[in-house]
């Protein structure tokens, strides 16, 4: 099973931006989100994240956008990626019965009523 790094920038409609791993997904932060950013956004920051940039301090870079902008970006590392072969589809009916909600004396709770 693969896995994979991803993040969520909280702008207006939120972004996402996946990578093979979370090195990766730093420098997909640097160029596709912090240095597409209008330097006016920046204010007086510009210059030091176009200095993090060209030093490849990626991790400065964008977390200092995210206080000169004010958006916030979380970032998530070594999600599984599900593969046909890691769940066959003609195999799914034997793993569900494996699963808790089909264990043997699974205790139900009763529904509340509408």
């Known amino acids: ?16 931006f996946l990578a093979e ?16 950013t209008d330097p006016a956004l920046l204010g007086h920051r510009a210059e030091s994240i176009r200095e993090a940039l060209l030093e490849e301090r990626w991790g400065d870079a964008t977390v200092a956008w995210i206080h000169a902008t004010g958006t916030g970006i979380d970032v998530y ?9 890691d769940l066959p589809a003609d195999m799914i ?3 569900l019965q494996f699963t808790r909600l089909f264990a043997e004396g699974a ?3 009763p529904s509340l009523p509408h």
Not at 1 to 16: G, L, Q
Not at 77 to 85: Q, T
């Open 1 to 16: 099973m693969a896995t994979v790094a991803y993040a969520v920038v909280h702008n207006e409609p939120p972004s996402i």
């Open 21 to 36: 791993d979370l090195e990766l997904l730093h420098r997909v932060l640097a160029l596709e989100v912090v240095a597409r």
């Open 77 to 85: 590392d070594g999600k599984s990626v599900y593969g046909d072969d």
């Open 93 to 95: 009916g034997a793993q």
């Open 107 to 109: 205790v139900v709770e």
